[in-house]
């Protein structure tokens, strides 16, 4: 088993998933056994005798009476217990009705290899509603179908017949298993992390993504769940389950179809419903899942996460022999979000009192040789910079193994010695240490020594900066996760459920004045406007609203795009101004869509002039109602500039979508105008979020514009698409 | 020697570097050799006897007879000859009268190993100043100082003392002592590259970048010359200098500092100048420089490059088994700006007949098992993927060495014979073929088959990736190099000149009408306009102009902001609010700045709304005269999405700015508006850039904004700064 270190025990949550004894079995029954090497039947057989699985084994084989000298059983009926897990080798047609026995005969749960089912057409899906109905009917829940099967190595289960697995701390949960191949191979190359569960949750017709996930939070020898996904059929519960794991452990995804292609390429491949990746990314980060860019970053963020504490804040600081690396390291980490630590004077001093003279002892802090004839240096480096309060985290470049170029052999015992510090060093601080060093890949001693230690040694300056970002991500998002978890929501009102009733009585969305109306009930500030729905009513209005330059928009149920529809007049000065318009629009939109009900129009004063920004909600069909915010107009059109969370949201959530789009700088005021009222738009986004939470009703809502001022908005347009079966 | 198969030999520039006989001598002294073995005296000596270095070395020390048997002599002056290359040992003091006698002896380069030269202060830089003067006054050329030395492999030149390089064809430059070792590490670890020369440039006092990539372009062994770079003393000359080597060979350049902090880091580790990441960057692709973002896509990228003809353009086939990793690859190569080929049903057809049923036969191809029991179908897949016209580039996404994995031993035939066809393959197209493989970790032995025949096989699909990506970006620079060393230049002309001999006189800049002047005699559309020096020549204007609404600005030498002096004042309808408005303009102006020289006011036409974009051209340090161009107002402030070319730019430059920013989409046209006049903002970009270069006096150039058209574009404001020393 791969030792790992660690200062204080992994947390994990109460053991209540049903899927304990299905994945950590105690009783394993094979249907479809085989003496054929080539078949599954035979290897997972294998597999389970060669690891030593301590469990009970029942080979299932009505035509051969024992397989590797194991007697076998007729049929699924003639076990002698209920099992805890069957693996069915048999093919598709079979297994609906095999699934049926396992229920009956009480097994708890089936592993289904075969494929043919859902993703291969309609008559796969038809047998995959068979063995779904089959499953509910008789209590047995169903790992597939279409997976290449699963493994428990703390429990010497390996139904895949791997042999290059160690036992660790990386529940592994992947729709690829090329991917599960990869990362099995690279961290037998790496030597340092092992793994404690693997699942391939195939077509997911019964357990899905959130079971494993919540199984993975649950389990006392995963200390990481790393997630392969290309796509989620039901998003909304694995961000739900998610919020409750990231409080006890790390949970890294990578999401495969980052681009419109790769969407395309994982569809082909699974049938998953694959939604925007900039929107995904958003609501698992909002839940304090680590996302990975790069498929290569798997394995080093999650091992990273699984072994370092989770750093206090973002100030990093760089120690290194020679400026070329800590300059890398410098960009990667900038880029990555994080700063470099500012030192105190106190610490420069004491690194100065041990390095050569020319050695920088501001950050990045390079020893500029002194560690050439002395490598123990290092060590007492890091524990001077580790000693300064203005660093979070500490990350060592370039190090370890000098002696492997022929002429510092002689250093080995230094460099021996500086491991034995740096695991103590480890050991006894809260911030991470994260090590890298050019000479991982001919792993010499020291390096093997911190990795005995479970103490990651990264060969790319890149992923150990990510591995960074990622740790400091995860301390701000627990150190806030009270404040992000506080969502508001309130309850719909008798007023508010009457529009609706009343929309959907005359089989029509809400008017904008209405969704206006709706949007000043729960505090959001709306603009004065009047629906106006006879000429005459427009006498004396523009003296009401004292002068000011007025817009006019028409109101229909018929009208999506009012402009287009030559529905909409601006700057309007005079009451004759306003008569002229009316008449104009009345004929223009009559003209564009004959026949089309008008209910009559508003008029408004025209709002100033300000930073046009965006809000809307969508109902995902995998994630339910997603807040998006961003600015308006070409920014959000071209740029696709905004953030995305799941509602309902936090304050904090609020103000984390104005501080994660690139225009924030605009919001903050660039060319030395004012910065708009945050505080405004942030109340404005958590009330949006409340309010369709508050009223499923809701299916779609636009907000756009909002016109953004140092004091204040204007919502200049509303829209409410309504929900005809709520 | 690493192998390398190749279909047409690589090119080389003709011999006409100096560096010829210095970087690959016959004849060496070390100065400074030493009998102790901590001592580079020592190490180089050792390094060269030990690799059987061919030609003549003289140990160079007054205190001792002999070391390792060999005699030594006791000055330069001893020399029996004028050795190629002398290596420089002792301490910094001793340095320039060293050189001055290796000088004097005909030496023709030394390396110079110690610090403490310019990169350490005032008296370092006075001691760099004696070492330069030495060498130019006795003409031998010098490497460093404060550099760790360099090798030529194929000549068994290895001062630095490395055990583990391999000869080979990457000739490497590095700023970085630590890259190289990283570098040689990770070659090393792959097995299947290895380097011509290696220079660590040092403080560059004499022997520079473009000097070192002139000779990488001549030198027979290189077939791809990488550079480490953390600053650009004379980007001007490496780029002129590229723009020759990048047609024979491929050149690769990591940039470091591609943050504020990373280029902080940097200059406190070398003193260089480091500009902006975003402009070098641009520059260097501009003369088909393969430039590499992450620092572990050095090695890859440039193997690639060396080993695989170059793409015709940017359509990729992507052969899979399993969609998970066909998925990330497709997301990789769309965000890299490369392109799914589409197969022609010809293509599809030939794979449907030997792939099983549930294969994916349109791209990405996915065997979906088929090679599970036969991996020579994935060869085969490749032969037909590669006959399709459709198809630019070739990607093999995961494959080879299944039998690594217990189930799949028998396999290995099978795999063996896969490899042989491709290698084949590889040897007969012109069409790059890249091969991923998931088992690398293990170097099973299909893949070590491919590798021994110089045919790469990637670990990471993200470099394998990045790698087509520089495979089609170099074939399609290479296609359109003529275009793109077409570079548009003129004369300037007498009034133009008279214009500038005017403002040098003046001791001012050219005023803003000048500037729209210098544009249009040079062929730039300028809007009408009328300097007005007293308020009596208003009389008429507004008729004159049509009644158009008009903007008036005031013409200053001395005040550069015009708006902040209340200089500006827009819409103006009559010659009564011309007159007021002239008469604000002047008492603001006054106001704001007492004394200021007031040359009078422009009126013109208020420029119809359109796109704004900026023109600008500043004078880099270290890359002269730079063409900037982007979207206008907060685009170009908040975003920072812009595009850079060292001036003249061809035309070709001209379209691939506009091409190159986010704002592109933009410029084409959103929300049903028109697109913008493109060949017109082309040639507006060409003639500021011909300007430029034709009147070294202007020192900086601002059109902003200019707006852009469906037809044609307005320059709104020019600005115009003079070198006063030209």
């Known amino acids: 088993m791969v030792k790992v270190r660690r200062k204080r025990s992994v947390q994990h949550l109460p053991q209540q998933s049903f899927l304990h004894p299905i994945l950590a079995p105690d009783s394993i029954a094979i249907i479809g056994a085989s003496a054929d090497p080539t078949k599954r039947g035979y290897k997972a057989l294998v597999g389970l005798i060669k690891d030593g699985f301590e469990g009970r084994i029942y080979p299932i084989n009505p035509k051969t009476d024992r397989i590797l000298g194991i007697p076998t059983l007729p049929s699924v009926d003639a076990l002698p217990e209920p099992v805890d897990l069957a693996l069915i080798c048999t093919p598709a047609a079979t297994v609906p009705e095999l699934v049926r026995q396992c229920g009956e005969k009480g097994v708890k749960g089936v592993v289904v290899l075969a494929a043919g089912f859902r993703e291969s057409g309609e008559a796969g899906a038809q047998l995959e509603q068979a063995l779904v109905e089959a499953a509910r009917a008789t209590g047995v829940r169903v790992i597939g179908p279409n997976t290449n099967g699963l493994f428990n190595l703390h429990k010497k289960v390996n139904l895949l017949g791997l042999t290059n697995v160690q036992p660790g701390g990386v529940g592994l949960i992947s729709q690829s298993g090329n991917m599960l191949l990869a990362l099995t191979l690279e961290a037998e190359n790496y030597g340092q992390i092992g793994f404690s569960t693997y699942v391939g949750p195939g077509n997911q017709a019964d357990v899905g993504f959130s079971d494993y996930l919540q199984y993975l939070g649950e389990e006392v020898n995963t200390e990481v769940a790393a997630f392969y996904v290309e796509g989620f059929n039901n998003g909304r519960q694995f961000i739900d389950t998610a919020r409750a794991v990231t409080a006890v452990k790390p949970v890294v995804v990578y999401k495969s179809g980052t681009t419109a292609a790769g969407r395309q390429a994982a569809k082909s491949h699974t049938g998953s419903l694959a939604g925007s990746y900039a929107m995904t990314v958003d609501l698992l980060r909002q839940v304090g899942i680590s996302v990975v860019h790069d498929s290569d970053e798997i394995l080093p963020v999650a091992e990273g996460l699984s072994r370092m504490q989770k750093a206090a804040g973002k100030r990093v600081a760089i120690l290194s022999d020679g400026g070329g690396q800590a300059t890398i390291a410098t960009d990667r980490l900038t880029e990555a979000g994080l700063e470099l630590a500012t030192l105190t004077e106190e610490t420069q001093a004491a690194l100065r009192a041990i390095l050569l003279p020319h050695a920088n002892t501001?950050?990045?802090?390079?020893?500029?040789?002194?560690?050439d004839t002395d490598p123990y240096v290092l060590?007492?480096?890091l524990e001077i910079l580790e000693r300064d309060p203005n660093v979070d985290q500490l990350f060592l470049v370039g190090m370890f193994g000098g002696y492997h170029l022929r002429f510092a052999e002689h250093l080995i015992g230094q460099e021996m010695r500086a491991a034995e510090t740096i695991i103590e060093l480890v050991a006894r601080t809260a911030k991470p240490v994260v090590?890298?060093?050019l000479y991982t890949p001919v792993k010499p001693p020291p390096i093997r020594r911190l990795r005995e230690e479970g103490i990651p040694v990264y060969a790319s300056i890149e992923h150990a900066a990510r591995t960074l970002a990622a740790l400091?991500?995860?301390?701000?998002?627990?150190?806030?996760?009270n404040k992000q978890t506080q969502v508001v929501t309130f309850e719909p009102d008798p007023e508010g459920l009457a529009l609706f009733e009343r929309a959907n009585h005359e089989g029509r969305n809400l008017y904008e004045h209405e969704a206006k109306q709706l949007l000043q009930r729960h505090g959001v500030t709306v603009p004065e406007e009047i629906l106006v729905r006879h000429p005459d009513e427009l006498e004396g209005l523009s003296a009401r609203f004292g002068q000011q330059p007025l817009a006019m928009k028409v109101v229909s149920r018929d009208i999506l795009h009012?402009?287009?529809?030559?529905?909409?007049?601006?700057?309007?000065?005079?009451?004759?101004?306003?008569?002229?318009?009316?008449d104009d629009i009345l004929a223009s939109c009559r003209n564009y869509q004959p026949g089309a009900d008008i209910h009559g129009v508003l008029v408004s004063p025209m709002a100033p002039r300000g930073v046009e920004v965006i809000v809307g909600v969508v109902r995902d069909p995998a994630f339910g109602p997603v807040l998006m915010f961003g600015l308006g107009g070409i920014y959000v059109e071209v740029l696709e500039d905004v953030a995305f969370r799941a509602i309902p949201i936090s304050r904090y959530d609020a103000e984390a979508m104005i501080d994660q789009i690139k225009g924030r700088k605009i919001l903050a005021g660039v060319r030395g105008e004012a910065a708009v009222d945050r505080k405004a738009l942030a109340d404005l986004l958590v009330t949006v979020s409340g309010l369709v939470h508050a009223y499923p009703q809701i299916s779609e809502l636009d907000l756009n514009p909002v016109i953004a001022y140092p004091k204040g908005y204007a919502v200049v347009d509303a829209r409410i698409i309504c929900n005809p079966g709520v």
């Open 435 to 437: 090590i890298h060093s």
């Open 472 to 481: 400091g991500e995860r301390g701000i998002y627990l150190k806030n996760r």
């Open 379 to 381: 060590a007492q480096c």
């Open 562 to 582: 009012k402009s287009d529809a030559g529905g909409v007049r601006l700057n309007l000065h005079s009451d004759a101004s306003l008569r002229a318009a009316y």
């Open 362 to 371: 501001s950050n990045p802090v390079d020893v500029a040789g002194t560690s």
